[in-house]
């Protein structure tokens, strides 16, 4: 059965298998922080055309562009930031996965805290003086 | 003829969980007990039939029926005969026969197991547990039925998804759903508690296994999916925030929150409120994370076959249950609740410190992953809610219940005696600064949260040991003890394999060789190869550390068959000491290809420190057996001292 | 007042169950529309492929009508699909212009040889990066463009047989 399925995948006319993008591949780059800087980039950037995954580990293709991008804009001395707002003005803050800090994510950043406190207020009721 | 079998015992199993429901309801409000006897048999009954049942549609995955169209859509014959078998719940119908099967098995164990509140409560507690059995019933037997025929039958099926035809992912749903399910026993518990108004320290006692079983089960189902996470998805990434993954680990959050404060119930008969409240939302979570996956409501990369339909009745029956049980705690908490106070340092502060953190991490957990819904909802803008916003809020947190928790089991219950205190965690105090001065000076990490995760991880894991070699500790002690161990062991396996991972990337031909720190890899060949229903073309990785070779990985590209996908198959060898992760890119058609190596130290802790969780919990439910030693030093040391129930 | 406080996890219930209920059905791909309407197309030139002469900036911002810039791929399904609408585009009078992404040109010339080439100019963009510049989230995506380089609308996907007039309208309205 094994054979016989190797043969097949063999046999198949290269025509036959549905055309695929042009292949990039992933060069690191040179310079190990810049590397590092561009990876760390890469885990907080959302791949546009996946089911929620960041560009680091991403098959898509789209994903490989921008993992190019990203790269190429690090080697060219830009800061990670000024690259992620390059890509939130295309994309929108969807691209990011760190939400804005802005009035509509106030709540957002602010629940930990609210949290805290507000649970901390429940336990001080607890603890006697 | 087995699949129409199998659909029948699925109607019994429905009117026995419609007996088990009503039966005792009505006998226990006119007081008449063959009525409220009739809830064991009920539950046993509703136990068989659904077991009956489940066995039936397992018979037809196993001799692969196509007549019957769940099996004809998720299976085919080129299946090995393992994935046969656990193919049975990778769809939603089988896993959600596979559901309601442990909730009749834990209603049947109830049922089975000594009445230590009574025969009334224990019917209450059924009938609860019938009643909400019987919603699931009828989802499947009215939406989602399992034993549909597709006339004329296919000779061959659809195939399952590739994915799923991995051991782990195959064993993660049964272990979650005890998990999950095993908590509605709890759910049971509290709404009984509150109709027949005995919440207290028996209550407690009797609901404490319950909690520690399903959490514990809970542990390793979340831990071996995060495993098949990072062996399967590729890039060796274990913990993504992913919405199906936040939906596990909500109630997981609830269920470890409620064992703590449990113990305060049965030991202090206070924070009765709180734990009935935890007790009803650890279930409540379960149901809404089943709805999460099912429903198509947020994006994920774990996502099921998503159906609205059946996401509308699964919020009918969490408006049903949840509702219902959150309408009567507004009525019962105001009685039950006693508002006692605690000294401040005392085991009881310490467990409420504890509560008051895990409940954050859940709120913030519940609040990040709804938060993107709710914007887009109230007319605002897109936006993504990732690991970097859980990581940063959460992290800190679980570093400060780190240090807490090497604290916490060394104090007293009522008012704790702190001179003891310094002695006692000086070796760990120790330990942490050694280790943070190790990591700086020895191992060049820099990151703040990693040396915080180094310290904590080393203060914790002192401490705890500290409890587990002392004579005559109990099994209780040595439990909590090896499962906070085990919380010590996760967080130094994910700090290390975090700060001092080593990675390469690099296009290589055959003879090529990477050097990677200490490990020199040579790509020996990339040829193709053959499985049961897949072809990949694998590389051979010989991979030597200091001239000796130390492994050999075979990553692959891999091609299924049926369905036609592909996947990568990461290329590993581990050690206690860390594993070596390949994965096989794209040839860039100039006979090179993308070859990642990866070592990543300490990986397997992480879920080796959630095994330990598991047992050590498991351990502790068998309580108060321990060597002989002194009453003395057991008052000191702040251990339990055996109590009258 | 007390009796108030052991409501709230009911309240609380209920709204995220009003929450989740308002947003069933709602499909969950999150379209990611280009943040790119309104500002000019960025920099960027193209070699010719399959007998075009190639695509840049210059191209689009010389005056004159607004145009459309079809982003596709011989490797894209819909892509083919859509062939005939670009056709009828173009027979109806609007100028197209293609950027061919992640291809080569043997690809392109093979697929406009079986598909139809409506394209006036087409860019060769090997490496995909247009579609970034462009807040392109996938292909195939069509964009109006007028005379100055200013990007005003963008169709995202396939486009049928009732989009063509919608983008016709479109190309009016950017003059």
Not at chain 2, 46 to 57: C, E, K
Not at chain 2, 345 to 352: K, M, T
Not at chain 2, 443 to 453: C, D, H, T
């Amino acid at each position: 059965m094994k054979a016989l399925l190797l043969a097949l995948l063999l046999l198949l006319p290269a025509p036959m298998l549905a055309a695929d993008p042009v292949a990039i591949a992933d060069v690191p780059l040179e310079d190990p922080a810049a590397e590092a800087r561009a990876k760390a980039l890469m885990l907080e950037l959302r791949c546009l055309t996946c089911q929620n995954q960041a560009i680091i580990d991403s098959n898509a293709p789209q994903a490989q562009t921008m993992r190019v991008e990203v790269r190429e804009r690090i080697s060219a001395g830009e800061d990670p930031e000024e690259i992620r707002a390059w890509f939130v003005e295309r994309y929108g803050d969807w691209v990011s996965f760190v939400p804005p800090a802005r009035t509509d994510t106030a709540l957002l950043w602010a629940a930990p805290f609210l949290f805290l406190v507000l649970g901390g207020l429940l336990l001080m009721r607890r603890i006697k003086r | 003829m087995i699949p129409e079998l199998g659909h029948f015992a699925l109607w019994l199993a429905a009117a026995a969980a419609l007996l088990q429901s009503i039966a005792p309801t009505v006998g226990l409000w006119r007081n008449q007990d063959a009525l409220f006897g009739l809830a064991v048999p009920a539950a046993l009954a509703q136990g068989v039939f659904t077991l009956l049942s489940f066995a039936a549609l397992t018979w037809a995955f196993v001799v692969s029926d196509f007549s019957v169209a769940l099996v004809a859509t998720n299976s085919h014959t080129m299946k090995p005969d393992m994935y046969l078998f656990t193919g049975v719940w990778a769809n939603h119908e089988g896993s959600l026969l596979l559901w309601v099967l442990v909730m009749a098995l834990a209603g049947a164990g109830v049922a089975l197991a000594p009445a230590t509140l009574g025969p009334r409560f224990r019917a209450r507690v059924l009938s609860v547990q019938g009643l909400v059995a019987l919603g699931f019933f009828a989802f499947l037997l009215f939406s989602s039925n399992p034993f549909d025929r597709l006339s004329p039958a296919p000779t061959e099926g659809q195939g399952l998804n590739p994915l799923l035809q991995d051991l782990g992912l195959a064993v993660h749903p049964p272990l979650l759903y005890i998990g999950y399910v095993g908590l509605s026993v709890t759910f049971a518990f509290a709404v009984a508690g509150m109709l027949e108004n005995v919440v207290g320290p028996a209550w407690a006692k009797a609901t404490r296994p319950w909690v520690v079983g399903a959490w514990a089960m809970l542990t390793l189902g979340i831990s071996l999916g995060s495993y098949w996470a990072y062996y399967e998805l590729g890039w060796g990434g274990w913990w993504f925030w992913d919405p199906v993954e936040n939906a596990a680990l909500m109630p997981w959050l609830a269920a470890t929150a409620l064992i703590h404060s449990i113990a305060v119930v049965m030991k202090r008969d206070a924070l009765r409120a709180w734990t009935l409240l935890l007790a009803v939302s650890a279930f409540s979570l379960s149901m809404l994370g089943t709805f999460i996956v099912r429903s198509g409501l947020l994006t994920s990369v774990h996502a099921f076959a998503v159906d609205p339909e059946r996401g509308l009745f699964l919020m009918i029956l969490m408006a049903l249950y949840i509702g219902g049980a959150l309408t009567i705690y507004a009525f019962a908490a105001g009685r039950v609740a006693e508002g006692r106070q605690f000294a401040a340092v005392s085991r009881e502060s310490a467990l409420v410190a504890n509560n008051l953190l895990l409940t954050v991490i859940l709120g913030v957990v519940l609040v990040g992953t709804m938060y993107p819904m709710a914007l887009q909802a109230a007319g605002g803008a897109q936006i993504s809610v990732g690991p970097p916003y859980f990581n940063m809020t959460i992290v800190p947190i679980v570093i400060i219940m780190a240090f807490l928790m090497g604290i916490a089991p060394l104090l007293g219950w009522r008012r704790s005696a702190t001179a003891h205190l310094a002695a006692r965690l000086l070796p760990a105090a120790i330990g942490a600064t050694l280790a943070v001065v190790v990591a700086v000076a020895f191992l060049g990490v820099r990151g703040i949260g990693a040396l915080l995760g180094f310290g904590a991880a080393v203060w914790l894991a002192a401490a705890s040991m500290s409890i587990l070699v002392k004579k005559g500790v109990t099994l209780n002690s040595a439990g909590m003890a090896l499962a906070h161990l085990g919380v010590a062991v996760t967080i130094l396996g994910a700090t290390v394999s975090g700060a001092l991972q080593r990675e390469a990337l690099v296009a290589m031909r055959v003879g090529d060789a990477i050097q990677m720190g200490p490990w020199r890899a040579e790509l020996m060949d990339v040829r193709p190869v053959a499985g049961p229903n897949w072809t990949a073309v694998e590389a051979r990785l010989d991979v030597r550390r200091n001239g000796e070779s130390v492994a050999v990985l075979r990553p692959q590209s891999r091609m299924f068959v049926a369905p036609a996908q592909e996947t990568t198959e990461a290329g590993r060898a581990g050690w206690w000491t860390g594993e070596l992760y390949s994965v096989l890119g794209q040839p860039d058609g100039t006979g090179q290809w993308q070859v990642h190596l990866w070592f990543k130290p300490m990986v397997r802790l992480i879920w080796l420190g959630s095994l330990l969780m598991a047992f050590g919990g498991m351990l502790a439910l068998g309580g108060r057996v321990r060597a002989p030693k002194p009453k003395r030093e057991a008052q000191m040391s702040g251990s339990p001292i055996p109590q009258a129930a | 007042m007390k009796k108030l406080f052991w409501l709230l996890p009911l309240l609380f219930f209920a709204g995220l169950l009003a929450l989740m209920g308002g947003n069933l059905g709602k499909p969950t791909e999150a379209v990611i529309v280009s943040h790119m309407i309104g500002k000019p197309v960025p920099a960027f030139a193209f070699e010719g492929t399959a007998g075009a002469e190639g695509l840049s900036r210059a191209d689009l911002s010389a005056g004159g009508p607004p145009v459309l810039v079809n982003v596709f791929a011989s490797w894209c399904l819909p892509c083919a699909v859509e062939a005939k609408q670009l056709q009828a585009l173009a027979d109806k009078g609007a100028t197209l212009h293609g950027i061919a992404v992640r291809d080569t040109a043997d690809n392109v010339a093979r697929f406009l040889g079986k598909h139809g080439n409506p394209f006036s100019r087409i860019g060769l963009d090997t490496q995909g990066r247009m579609m970034l510049a462009l807040g392109a989230s996938g292909v195939p995506e069509t964009y109006v463009i007028d005379g100055k380089g200013i990007i005003r609308f963008q169709h995202l996907g396939e486009i049928r047989a009732e989009h063509v007039p919608i983008l016709l309208a479109q190309l009016e309205k950017a003059k």
